[in-house]
């Protein structure tokens, strides 16, 4: 995913700020955002609403079709850009003021908002200030809360990661779910984990990875699917459940930390084990298949017998025609616990909306139990309230998706947050290419201790010289 464009901090106005953020960002572009639908949003009860995935798109517009029938003054537009396309945009469009009202925001984008002061915190209107934060899942009112005290985002949805296996592949190999139901996972020699994702390795003679006369360099079937080194900087879609259930936690707090503890060895000796998969012949080479794909491609195709991927996945997935698709909680750690990295997006207000009360009122409906059951009926996500969730497991059941694997750590609470922080542009720029040479080069994981430092310079410096993001 394309990191935001590095924003400065504040000291001049808003606009005037994110000028300086996107001012590589080449003219065709700004202009275009003149043409965007947001270009009418002082239009009097227009209400634009961007989001950037087209699987969420028909139960949104649903939504607004229902939210329409209760507020007729109203007229809510949706708008839907690729993730690649959706910050860059979305940023000029704050420039040229002809950006969205509401919009779908990321909890590694909304910190340099918050500084920027281009979000309205949610207590500035009565509709969204009447929300309960309890009627949400625990923790997602957290992570939309910024070190202000002031909530930034009507939580919309939450996930966590698991395995997606293919059920034929499995059957072959002589395993039954119940193997991936009790595995663990150690940096030392991977554990029962790594004994089943050797043996669902078949290389192009028919042998397995636990087999005599395996042949590494020509693999047919890699037991577990890769594609990319960060999996979202933080490892979340791949190598993040086994780093947590190690010890390691990658800032110094939960939320809002100012120290990265990318130096840590309990972190070292995961990813050194994790990319060392591959060589074993157990897990693809880098840039063996186009990381763009995704793994979910190496699933449906047969290159790999089972991926670690996360929950906004699970229709993908469930759209698999050619086997049946069995998914499994990630493996038990050294500590003690099959944890999963928990995140959840949020629906947030543009502090210069043109129309205040209506966008309050649609992210306060975004947020209701009409909505967010409509949603969760549709089986693309997790909704984030509590009362949605079933609805949505329930989908994925009818689906042929088991659901369980994904909220189970949520229910035992052993899951970790992504990483909310600021400068989440800037880390992943210092981060990703570290650990693409750890997959693709093969150095030893230490070498983030040197990345650590530069990291955590970003926020000494931000702590001595307020002004030393300015442009």
């Known amino acids: 995913m394309a990191p935001v464009p590095f924003l400065p901090r ?234 947590a259930s190690n010890g390691w936690r990658i800032t110094d707090e939960p939320l809002w930390g100012d120290r990265y503890n990318v130096d840590d060895p309990a972190l070292h000796e995961t990813l050194d084990w994790y990319f060392g998969l591959a060589d074993k012949g157990f897990v693809p080479p880098y840039g063996q298949f186009n990381a763009a794909e995704g793994v979910n491609a190496q699933l449906a195709s047969g290159s790999a017998a089972m991926v670690a991927d996360g929950a906004w996945m699970i229709g993908t997935y469930a759209a698999v025609e050619e086997f049946p698709v069995g998914t499994a909680r990630t493996p038990e750690g050294p500590d003690g616990t099959a944890t999963s990295m928990m995140n959840g997006l949020a629906d947030s207000i543009v502090a210069d909306t043109d129309n205040p009360q209506g966008a309050a009122q649609w992210a306060a409906y975004l947020g209701s139990a009409a909505c967010q059951q409509e949603v969760g009926r549709a089986g693309v996500v997790f909704p984030a309230r509590k009362d949605a969730t079933p609805l949505a497991a329930e989908a994925y059941r009818e689906k042929g998706i088991d659901p369980a694997p994904f909220t189970a750590p949520v229910e035992e609470g052993n899951t970790v947050y992504f990483p909310v922080t600021k400068f989440g542009a800037d880390v992943s720029a210092l981060l990703a290419p570290a650990l693409e040479d750890i997959y693709a080069n093969r150095v030893p994981a230490a070498v983030l201790t040197e990345t650590n430092e530069a990291i955590n310079v970003l926020f000494e410096t931000d702590e001595t010289d307020p002004d030393s993001q300015d442009g």
């Open 10 to 243: 504040p000291g001049r106005s808003a606009r005037a700020r994110l000028a300086l953020a996107v001012s590589a960002v080449p003219l065709l572009v700004l202009t275009g955002c003149g043409t965007e639908p947001g270009a009418d949003a002082a239009q009097s009860g227009v209400i634009d609403y961007w989001l950037w995935d087209t699987n969420q798109l028909p139960a949104y517009q649903q939504c607004a079709e229902m939210f329409e029938a209760e507020h007729p003054d109203q007229d809510v537009r949706i708008t839907q850009i690729g993730w690649d396309d959706y910050w860059t945009k979305l940023t000029a469009g704050f420039i040229a003021g002809t950006g969205p009202d509401v919009f779908t925001n990321h909890v590694s984008k909304y910190p340099q908002f918050v500084e920027l002061d281009v979000l309205a915190p949610l207590d500035e209107f009565e509709a969204t200030a009447a929300l309960d934060p309890d009627d949400y899942q625990d923790g997602l009112t957290d992570l939309w809360t910024g070190p202000d005290g002031r909530q930034y985002g009507v939580p919309k949805d939450w996930d966590t990661v698991a395995l997606f296996y293919n059920e034929d592949l499995l059957h072959e190999a002589g395993l039954a779910p119940a193997d991936l139901g009790a595995w663990t996972w150690n940096p030392e020699n991977g554990g029962s984990f790594e004994d089943v994702v050797a043996h669902l390795t078949v290389d192009e003679n028919g042998v397995r990875g636990d087999e005599p006369g395996f042949d590494k360099d020509n693999v047919a079937v890699y037991g577990l699917g890769l594609s990319e080194a960060g999996g979202s900087t933080a490892g979340q879609g791949q190598w993040s459940a086994f780093a």
